[in-house]
């Protein structure tokens, strides 16, 4: 989901993130950067950890499987968060609003895993709907409509995930309930107090 978030915002409004000016190549090379930190490299982690035997299936269906990977997940992006925001002088100089997400994403993360000690909440709600509280913020914080049909279809992909959930009876209408408000709720948050 970071990988969407990113792709749509570098490359259909860079001016948001005060990227206008660099190329398209160093966009892409960012956003490899995000894909690689936010989605290769946790998938490794989980796998590992299937392969391993700490967790005992990829799908993390039960309570405790979801814990540490939702945990070590949470510490990656935080780790990730930090160096964009500290590390990378480029980056933290001209777009510190990708540490803001990014620091926005890492907290979902972090609080999916706190929820997750006690109860199954949807992951895949709270991504997609972090998305589009995300991009939905930045439309209204910055009235911009260039976001407006990137937004639509995320609301549909949005609906098609909770539906999916529900279809596969991976959640209940509860837990996927909880994951939109979960995610839409961060994400605002994040876009209309830090960025």
Known sequence: MPTLLFGILLFLTPGLLGMDAFSSTLRLSLLILIFIGTFAVPSLLIYYLFRSGYVRSLHLNDLADRRLPYFLTALIYTVLTFLFAFRMQLVSTVAPEIAVLLGGISTSILLVGLISLYWQISAHSVGMSGVLGSIGGLM???????????????????????????????????????????????SLVTVFLLV
């Open 140 to 186: 209204l914080k910055f009235s911009t409509d260039d976001l407006f049909i990137p937004l639509l279809l995320l609301v549909l992909l949005t609906g098609f995930v909770a539906s999916a959930r529900l279809k596969l009876n991976a959640h209940t209408p509860a837990q996927i309930g909880a994951g939109v408000a979960l995610g839409l709720g961060v």
